[in-house]
């Protein structure tokens, strides 16, 4: 048993440890001033938030819909979702150059033929990212010691949250060098990375802003409405606008410049989304005619989307512009599937099994694409890994929630879940979020060998 | 075949090919490539651009996995065990990749790290490296400032750091000032003294028939040609059974252009036993002579007694281009 204990102790030291790819990344990425200067910055803004909601934690002016009554409560919960908010955007992208910049710069065939494992290699270049994360992370001590000695949060409820945190942003670093094993640059991958960690993101925040929707009054239903409504309905009908020009017009799609498309897409898509919103504005049911315009919007896309996928013939060249629309494919076909019984009877309407279970086909394709090497070298499979991340964290966590927790599925990667519902046991979330991390793994590991 | 064989043949050379074909949808890189380089050989592996080299050094290289057929790298199956092969190998690819932000010596400890070196034998395989390839005055600084030579002997250094018994290198040369592909050429020579199989790609085939003593011609994929050099010349020439390649000379003799000193020349040595051929252009005499220094020496010693004023004796290089052409039958990808 301990000759046991002892191998894997020894095993985890060669693979963490003692790895050469973490020491160098970690060294070089803290030595880059951008990385120091966004860490800094995110800190800073951060320690002004917190200063910010404790000078004015009287708990009106912080409670929304009585869901917090504790101003501790509401000061963690504040503190993870920036958190949470701040990790998702950064680290998968920072985490998305892993390997396309070892590939770029012609350095991958290098650390192969130079013997080492592909274990240690996918490992070093997550750990990497996370030590490199590290700073940012010890900035947020004091302002979790506050919520616990200052405001009285239970200390199981501080340490449940920063736990989760930290999961949640290994998970972010998983997914970015996965999305980095399966693209050929870096800017695709980027692409793929953020779309990964934003997409699930915002469909489980759908469902959450719908039942907000339900139970507001009138006037918060406006701001809630025309503010968070307008940001997601641009979302959506910027992706629908990418979708059909890349369908319409690949050649220009493929050239143009990521950000200058998505400026476009954008420009183009809020005239569709302020049309539909005022179509609706009129309504009584604003809640129904929100529902409405997001299921008809995601159908469009995912109906448009979903063309050159079947043509197959389009996707022959990986592109940013088919990167990051493989990437919208399956969250827009999602949303449209999973929002099919939203309008009328809410959240508790949602066909969670069934969406489950149609998501489960594409997880399962995309696993087996994982595991198996030589499958790894073409867009399309590139599209089924992308579904299964996607599906993986869309529906399985719906599923847990489901099954295990006996409530309506709530916003996943949104550790408020775990802070609200302190009296429900979050750890087959947190086991999730771990599975999760190691499935990609493996799939970074598989993918790395089409090098 | 039986297994026993297997192993007999695979431990044969320090790179035994046999049979690898790789294709990249329909198109085939290699096709049925066979060859044996012997240990401490030092190979050049020439051939058009599209011939196949790359492809064929990275699956030396355990790079490309893809492939049939059997590749042993040093008696190990670089498939069935790419691990052990790797502790072989050492591998320059054809341009020089480098962290920016890592000096030379935190470069070459980090890939000595990589190569699974034990933390104590680390500085020492790191400090030998640097020493060997004339870094010493560069260790501290920064690998991404590097000139280009300086860049690709760091390069070299990184890859002897685990001692490999093989070392590949893809186009080397390709880049370099003058001065650098001298460094390069001595720091090859040299590594091959001291035991190291050397395979080397280039398209510079002159510079590679001075130091090489093999060599492997590769055209559409397909090997034209595998010997050692001396051999492929002689066959190229059209050597005489049992003779080694014949000898090439220019001679230089003194005189006027267009005046009879040439043709004197040319009809005195085609009189001297043992004389092939001759060709005359302006005051040059070229000729070509069985191996022996002997039958230079009689040659020589015809012409002046002749009357002919030999200004200089000078014997061609083996030349690489020329075999090649001679190999491929001039075809030029």
């Known amino acids: ?87 998702t955007f950064l680290l998968p992208a920072l985490a998305s150059t892993s390997l396309t910049s070892e590939r770029e710069s012609g350095t991958l065939p290098l650390l192969i033929a130079s013997g080492l494992s592909p274990e240690r290699l996918v490992v070093g270049k997550v750990a990497g990212i996370f030590t490199a994360a590290a700073p940012f992370f010890a900035l947020t001590l004091p302002l979790f010691a506050l919520c616990s000695v200052v405001l009285g949060v239970d200390i199981g409820d501080v340490a449940l949250a920063g736990v989760g945190v930290v999961v949640h942003a290994l998970t972010l670093c998983c997914v970015g060098v996965w999305a980095s094993a399966v693209c050929d640059r870096t800017r695709s991958a980027a692409l793929v990375a953020v779309m990964a960690a934003l997409v699930p993101s915002a469909l489980g925040a759908v469902p959450v802003f719908v039942s907000v929707v339900s139970v507001a009054d009138d006037q918060q239903r406006i701001v809630v409405v025309g503010v968070v409504g307008l940001i997601i309905e641009l979302v959506i009908g910027a992706a629908a606008v990418v979708g059909a020009w890349s369908v319409l017009a690949p050649q220009r799609a493929a050239r143009a410049q990521p950000g200058r ?54 996707l022959n060249t990986p592109t940013p512009a088919r990167t990051a629309l493989l990437a919208v494919i399956v969250g827009a076909v999602g949303l449209g599937l999973s929002s099919l019984g939203w309008p009328e009877r809410m959240l508790e309407s949602i066909p969670v099994g069934d969406v489950a279970a149609f998501f489960s086909v594409f997880a399962a394709v995309g696993g087996v694409a994982a595991f198996t090497g030589r499958w790894l070298k073409t867009p399309a499979v590139a599209f089924f890994l992308t579904a299964g991340v996607f599906i993986a964290l869309f529906a399985v966590p719906a599923i847990i929630d489901e099954f295990v927790a006996g409530d309506p599925p709530l916003a996943f990667l949104n550790l408020a879940y775990v802070v609200d519902h302190a009296n429900q046991p979050p750890v087959p979330t947190l086991l999730f979020y771990g599975a999760l991390a190691l499935v990609t793994l493996l799939c970074a590991r598989g993918a790395r060998r089409s090098a | 075949m039986s297994a026993a064989l297997d192993t007999r043949q695979a431990n044969d050379g320090a790179i035994v090919v046999r049979g690898v074909t790789r294709s990249f949808g329909a198109f085939r890189a290699l096709s049925n490539v066979s060859l044996q380089i012997p240990r401490g050989a030092l190979c050049a592996l020439i051939g058009p651009n599209g011939a196949g ?24 199956d670089v498939r069935a065990q790419p691990g052990l092969a790797r502790r072989r190998i050492g591998f320059v690819p054809d341009h020089a990749p480098i962290y920016e932000g890592l000096d030379v010596r935190d470069f070459l400890t980090f890939f000595a790290h990589a190569a699974g070196l034990p933390p104590g034998a680390r500085k020492k395989a790191v400090d030998d490296a640097i020493a060997f390839c004339g870094l010493e005055s560069l260790a501290e600084r920064s690998a991404s400032k590097l000139s280009k030579g300086l860049t690709q002997r760091l390069c070299v250094a990184r890859a002897l750091l685990h001692r490999p018994s093989v070392l590949l290198l893809d186009e080397p040369a390709s880049g370099l000032d003058p001065r650098a592909r001298i460094d390069l050429k001595e720091l090859l020579k040299r590594l091959a003294r001291q035991g190291c199989s050397v395979l080397v790609s280039s398209h510079i085939l002159t510079e590679l ?18 010997d050692r050099i001396d051999a492929l010349f002689a066959e190229a020439l059209h050597a005489r059974p049992g003779e080694a390649s014949p000898r090439h000379l220019t001679i230089e003799i003194r005189g006027e252009k267009g005046t009879d000193a040439l043709e004197k020349a040319k009809a005195i040595a085609l009189t001297v036993p043992g ?11 070229q000729v070509v002579l069985p191996s022996t220094s ?30 090649f052409l001679t190999v491929t039958k001039g075809e030029i990808a």
């Open chain 1, 1 to 87: 048993m301990s000759a046991m204990v002892r191998r894997t102790l020894s095993m985890m030291a060669t693979l963490i440890v003692d790895n050469p790819v973490l020491i160098k990344d970690a060294s070089l990425l803290l030595r880059r001033r951008l990385v120091a200067a966004i860490w800094l910055l995110v800190g800073c803004g951060l320690l002004l938030l917190m200063g910010g909601t404790y000078l004015a934690s009287a708990p009106d002016n912080l409670r929304l819909w009585g869901t917090l009554h504790v101003p501790g409560g509401e000061m963690l919960t504040v503190l993870t979702g920036v958190l949470l908010a701040a990790v």
């Open chain 1, 261 to 314: 498309w998505l400026l476009v897409a954008t420009l183009l898509g809020v005239p569709v989304v302020a049309a539909a919103l005022l179509l609706c504005s009129g309504n009584d049911n604003l809640d129904v005619a929100v529902g409405v315009t997001l299921q008809v919007s995601a159908l469009v896309v995912g109906v448009v989307a979903l063309a050159p996928v079947i043509t197959g013939r389009r």
């Open chain 2, 53 to 76: 080299k790359t492809t064929l050094l990275s699956i030396l290289a355990t790079l490309d996995e893809e492939f049939d057929g059997d590749v042993f790298v040093d008696g190990v």
């Open chain 2, 209 to 226: 028939g001075d130091f090489c003593d093999h060599v492997v011609v590769l055209e559409k994929g397909s090997v034209k040609a595998a």
């Open chain 2, 275 to 285: 004389v092939r051929d001759v060709v005359g252009d302006g005051v040059l005499l």
């Open chain 2, 294 to 323: 002997l039958d230079s020496a009689r040659l020589v010693r015809a012409l002046v007694e002749g009357g002919v004023d030999v200004c200089s004796v000078v014997p061609e290089k083996k030349n690489l281009e020329a075999l």
